[in-house]
C-alpha cells in the first residue's frame, strides 16, 4: 500500500502539522518543504492563492514531494491541492482530475454544501467501480515513485479528498454530508473521502475546521487574532462531534503558539502558518530587532 506522512500520523494518532503555500515556483516551494522537518502535509491553495491550477500546482507539488521525498519508514511529505472551485454550481470535475493527475495526494474541495455535492466529488477522486475518476497520465505514477499498475491498485485507498463546508446550508447539512458513503466533512469542517470497503487499516474520517470562513458564515468578524468565543464554543463543539463519532479533527491556525493550543485540545491535524505570514511577520520581526538597536 501507499502512503505518506499524513496518512502515517493518523495510523500512529500522532498530531500532523502542515503549512499553506501560497506563491508559485519551484525553489519557493522547495524552501517551504524543507523549513521543518516536523511539517507532515502542506497545501498549495489554488482557490485563495497566487498559484495556477495548471500547470503551476503540479510543479509545487513535485517541488514539494523532491524536497521531501518517502524514505524506508514510509511515505514523506504529503501535497494537498486545494482547487479553485468558487460556484456552488460549479464543475469541480477538471480541477480534480488536473490536480490528482498531477501527482498530489489530496484535494481538498471548496463550498461543498450538499450530500449530493459531496457524492460528485466522491466520484471525481474514485477509479472505478469505485467512482469515474478516468485513468491515463504518464506523469502520475512517476509523480509517486511507483509503476502505473501499483498507483491505480493504491489510490483509492491513499488518495485524501477533503471537502470545504464554510456558509451555514453546508453548517446545516455537515451531518448529511459526512453521512455520504465515503465522505467525512472538510474546512469549516473537512475531510477525507475513502472508501472503508476497500481499506484494509482503520483510518477514521477528518473534520477539518476552517476558523475565518466558519466565522464569517455564523455572522461574527474573522479571528484576530483568535476566533470570537461564540465561534470558539462552535469549534468545540465540533472537535468533541468529531472524536464522539471516532472521526479525526483538523483546524487553521496562523502561528505556532495558536497550534501548540490546539494540539493540546486534541485536535489532530493543525496548520501551523503560511508562506506569506511566516515571511512577513520574520520579516518585521528583524526590521523592528534593528531599529530597537539602532
Given amino acids: 500500500m501507499l502512503s505518506h506522512a499524513l496518512l502515517n500520523a493518523f495510523k500512529t494518532k500522532s498530531p500532523a502539522l502542515g503549512a499553506w503555500l501560497t506563491?508559485?515556483?519551484?525553489?519557493?516551494?522547495?524552501?517551504?518543504?524543507?523549513?521543518?522537518?516536523?511539517?507532515?502535509w502542506?497545501?498549495?491553495?489554488?482557490?485563495?492563492?497566487?498559484?495556477?491550477?495548471?500547470?503551476?500546482?503540479s510543479e509545487s507539488v513535485s517541488?514539494?514531494?523532491?524536497?521531501?521525498?518517502?524514505?524506508?519508514?514510509?511515505?514523506?511529505?504529503?501535497?494537498?491541492?486545494?482547487?479553485?472551485?468558487?460556484?456552488?454550481?460549479?464543475?469541480?470535475?477538471?480541477?480534480?482530475?488536473?490536480?490528482?493527475?498531477?501527482g498530489a495526494h489530496g484535494v481538498l474541495v471548496p463550498l461543498v454544501s450538499t450530500a449530493e455535492k459531496a457524492k460528485e466529488v466522491v466520484s471525481d477522486c474514485r477509479f472505478p467501480p469505485l467512482?469515474?475518476?478516468?485513468?491515463?497520465?504518464?506523469?502520475?505514477?512517476?509523480?509517486?515513485?511507483?509503476?502505473?499498475?501499483?498507483?491505480l491498485k493504491a489510490a483509492n485507498d491513499t488518495i485524501l479528498v477533503m471537502v470545504q463546508i464554510e456558509n451555514k446550508e453546508a453548517v446545516e447539512n455537515v451531518s448529511e454530508i459526512a453521512a455520504v458513503d465515503g465522505i467525512a466533512s472538510v474546512a469549516c469542517a473537512s475531510g477525507r473521502?475513502?472508501?472503508?470497503?476497500?481499506?484494509?487499516?482503520?483510518?477514521?474520517?477528518?473534520?477539518f475546521i476552517g476558523p475565518y470562513d466558519l466565522s464569517i458564515s455564523l455572522g461574527y468578524p474573522t479571528p484576530n487574532p483568535d476566533p470570537h468565543p461564540d465561534v470558539e464554543q462552535v469549534i468545540q463543539k465540533i472537535l468533541h462531534a468529531a472524536h464522539a463519532k471516532n472521526?479525526?479533527?483538523?483546524?487553521?491556525?496562523?502561528?505556532?503558539?495558536?497550534?501548540?493550543?490546539?494540539?493540546?485540545?486534541?485536535?489532530?491535524?493543525?496548520?501551523?502558518t503560511s508562506d506569506t505570514g511566516a515571511m512577513?511577520?520574520?520579516?518585521?520581526k528583524h526590521v523592528s530587532a534593528a531599529l530597537n538597536k539602532a
Fill in 42 to 57: 502542506i497545501v498549495v491553495d489554488c482557490e485563495h492563492g497566487m498559484i495556477p491550477l495548471v500547470p503551476s500546482a
Fill in 63 to 102: 517541488a514539494l514531494q523532491n524536497a521531501r521525498p518517502a524514505n524506508s519508514n514510509g511515505g514523506g511529505l504529503t501535497t494537498i491541492v486545494r482547487i479553485p472551485a468558487t460556484g456552488v454550481t460549479a464543475s469541480s470535475s477538471w480541477q480534480i482530475k488536473h490536480a490528482l493527475d498531477g
Fill in 23 to 40: 506563491l508559485p515556483g519551484t525553489f519557493h516551494a522547495r524552501t517551504v518543504a524543507q523549513a521543518s522537518p516536523h511539517l507532515s
Fill in 247 to 272: 472521526k479525526k479533527c483538523a483546524i487553521f491556525c496562523t502561528s505556532g503558539e495558536q497550534a501548540a493550543l490546539r494540539v493540546k485540545e486534541g485536535f489532530d491535524m493543525i496548520n501551523v
Fill in 193 to 207: 473521502l475513502i472508501q472503508r470497503a476497500v481499506t484494509d487499516w482503520n483510518f477514521q474520517d477528518v473534520l
Fill in 280 to 284: 512577513s511577520e520574520a520579516i518585521s
Fill in 131 to 151: 467512482g469515474r475518476r478516468g485513468f491515463g497520465s504518464p506523469f502520475t505514477h512517476g509523480m509517486w515513485g511507483v509503476s502505473a499498475a501499483d498507483y
